[in-house]
């Protein structure tokens, strides 16, 4: 685990007795592909959605040439910056989660770049969602094995990106897995992860499954 994520983690104020809900941010609460696609627009650029993947699937709009993996690393540092507080939320996300936080305390894990945190943390509060963001490097793994061992109560974790999922599977076993993609484009093309105990494109089905888990175990 990095440093700055560690010292991230560190920071926060958990309560051990309380359930945990750690979730992604791009395509579990905010539109991020439509709103790369926009923010491509502007540049005359296009996105190929024909896998899962962005580097290899931004082209030109004249030629339809794929932009190399060192432009395509240049255009999305360049979207962190101008775009991150354009995004769409999710539908149903802001109130799913406040519904879930009077049983559940609730983190928000993105792998954005650290100089971004406070941009999406002022996403996050203006549309309703309010909650500790940790800018997170590389796999998530690490990071819920931290936080699923301070908890003795259920804890969950939300995210778009099977291997993420399949790094929690392995670190923390006991964690509670939601695959959840908005962008129904991107849900096809994934189809569902490997390691998940609920795949889905709609809070109100993630919102159920955590409260009917919360049910059963008593809380």
């Known amino acids: 685990m990095e440093p700055h994520v560690r010292s991230q983690l560190d920071a926060l104020s958990l309560d051990p007795q309380r359930p945990l809900i750690v979730t992604d941010a791009d395509e579990v609460v905010a539109y991020f592909i439509a709103g790369l696609e926009r923010f491509l627009h502007r540049q005359e650029l296009w996105l190929d959605l024909k896998s899962f993947a962005i580097t290899g699937n931004i082209r030109r709009s004249g030629d339809g040439q794929a932009c190399t993996p060192a432009e395509v690393k240049a255009l999305l540092n360049e979207f962190f910056v101008s775009d991150t507080e354009l995004l769409d939320p999710v539908e149903g996300a802001a109130e ?40 997170n490097t590389g796999s998530k793994g690490l990071p819920l094995r931290h936080l699923s061992e301070q908890i003795s109560a259920p804890v969950f974790f939300l995210d778009d990106l099977p291997p993420h999922l399949d790094a929690v599977a392995e670190q923390a076993s006991r964690v509670r897995l939601l695959h959840f993609i908005a962008d129904k484009r991107l849900a096809a093309l994934t189809g569902r992860a490997r390691n998940c105990h609920l795949h889905t494109s709609h809070w109100p089905d993630a919102r159920i499954f955590i409260e009917n888990e919360l049910n059963s175990h008593g809380f």
């Open 96 to 135: 799913a989660l406040r519904t879930l936080s009077a049983r559940a305390q609730i983190i928000v894990l993105s792998n954005v770049p650290q100089e971004i945190h406070p941009a999406r943390q002022r996403w996050l509060r203006r549309h309703g969602m309010d909650y500790p963001l940790i800018a």
